[in-house]
């Protein structure tokens, strides 16, 4: 079996679904390989070879691009840092429409940060090249998604159909030209798409059209995240003109008995949470029986696989000068599940009736290091991201302890609620075993709402546990949410008011504003009524994509311009901006509907 994330996501480390259901399947005898074509692709379009044989000549990419394009993505991988002096010049690269509002750079990096200017800068010009192949070569491109602005919320497969029946565009001949390398080296019998996000459906789908047309022996599945979330009540037959089987929630055991299906050992109407088409009519197959388990026990999970992927592809870019936004984008890290699903699970806007959400199941903290142990011999890499959705208090004090027992030099960093069980001490812990940052909602940054969404936690509660952890030396995100029904507009303001006193005072580096969406997963979305939101049109009936839900709300205010604001004074807050302003003051050309 190939798995395959398909372009585009992250630039800088490879995304986590593939390297767990390899470690899996190789430990149940069906051996896999992996490949990150989204990386490779980016590898491939930022050549100059590439933009030599497509752009025509006389465009500026010719002029200013093609001679440096090479230099500057080996800068981004990291294998010649010695460019930067030469990036900071600002007279080597082009510089496009992104320079023309570049801040004081001596007051974000210093004087002596020389390669941290020149990520930035660098970064500038791959953003600025991007655009210019969005706009002459594929309109799709975008650095980390492909084609998100047709997947997301596509009701019908309708817009999908028609992409998918236009001419290959340069980017796609690319990426197809990429694919088949991996086919003949690998020559799978199977071919499983991971598509985490609405970013990179087409993608996959463009890949499994080439390998239904060229390669008619493959089979071809596809999972993963997106589906997961918006395939629930999937009507479409369509879609299985390109794929034969979609699978939901974790990959694992629908892999497995796929493979068992398809090596003959087990019959069809015993495969698990996989759809296929069947008559023409899409049919869902989960064949749930006590001698066959539906989920595999966390603490038995093999350590994820990284081999195969190809490390030295992976893009270190930045931005933005803030250290907590930079994680994200900058230097390579293992990304890791400490447990499955979330521990709290009652959130009224989370996703919590899915079982990425809602089933929750965590290992031993010995089983959790004991992986990291494995991962960093594999990687060389001692850094960690734990992309669990909230990381339980007690199991990650014992995993502190087991890191600090076994002697471990490691950094890691991930998501928590801001509970009262980070004081002083326990956060202290946390820095002394690696933690370097953690991510954390806030969400509505108001008593009233935060009880209303069931959050767990006050504002209070969060800025003490904030203060905590900024205490220890450790990093502080937060995730922020508007527009939920009842929200007032001086519930906006204050909101604000409290993030902008969290970063005057430290405690927070950096933050970022969700629009609350109703979705059919969500408790909220399950009874709008307790939220005084009224649903527009039926849950549910849409043949393709079913997810979010149009509600109506009267707010009494424009949410897209409070969005906006609360957008541009937090990137202010990040840069240092606009602290000593009260926050009611960016509301001042608001108007309200009343
Ligand atoms: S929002 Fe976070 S804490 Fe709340 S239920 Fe969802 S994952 Fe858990």
Known sequence: MLLITPPLTQLNTPYPATTQLKSFLDSMGHPSEQVDLGIELVNSVFTSSFLESTFPLGHPVRSGYIGTVDSVMRFLRGDDPSLAVRICSRTFLPEGKRFADIDDLEWSFGASGVEDKARYLATLYIEDLADYVRQDLDPNFELIRYAEHICTYAETFDDIALWLEKPLTPVESEMLRLLDSHLHNHRPSVVAFTVPFPGCLLAALRCSQHIKSNYPDIVVCLGGGFPNTEWRRLREPRLFDYVDYVTLDDGELPL????????????????LRTYCRHDGEVRYISYEHPDMPVQVVNDRLPAPDFSGLPFGLYLSTADIANPMQRLWSCGRWNKLMMAHGCYWAKCAFCDTSLDYIGRYDAPRATTVVDRMERVMRQ????????????????????????????RLVVSFWGNIRFEKVYDASFCSLLASAGCIAVSGGLEVASDRLLKMIGKGVSVRQTIDAARNFRDAGILVHTYLMYGFPTETLDETIGALENVRQMFDEGIVQSAFWHRYAMT?????????????????GVIGKNPFCNNEIPFD????????????????????????????????????????TF
């Open 520 to 536: 059919v997963h969500s408790p909220s979305g399950r009874a709008p009524q307790n939220y005084s939101a009224v649903v527009r």
């Open 553 to 592: 709300y009267n707010f009494g205010y424009d949410l897209d311009a409070v969005g906006d604001i609360l957008r541009i004074a937090t990137y202010n807050y990040m840069n240092g901006l606009g602290l000593d302003m009260p926050a009611r003051k960016w509301f001042k050309n608001l108007k309200t």
């Open 256 to 271: 497995l008995r796929l493979l068992k299906h398809i090596g003959g050992e087990l019959p069809a109407d015993k495969l």
């Open 379 to 406: 990687t060389s890499c001692s850094g960690f991201h734990f992309v669990d959705e909230a990381l339980p208090p007690k199991l990650l004090r014992e995993v502190c302890e087991e890191i600090l027992r076994r």
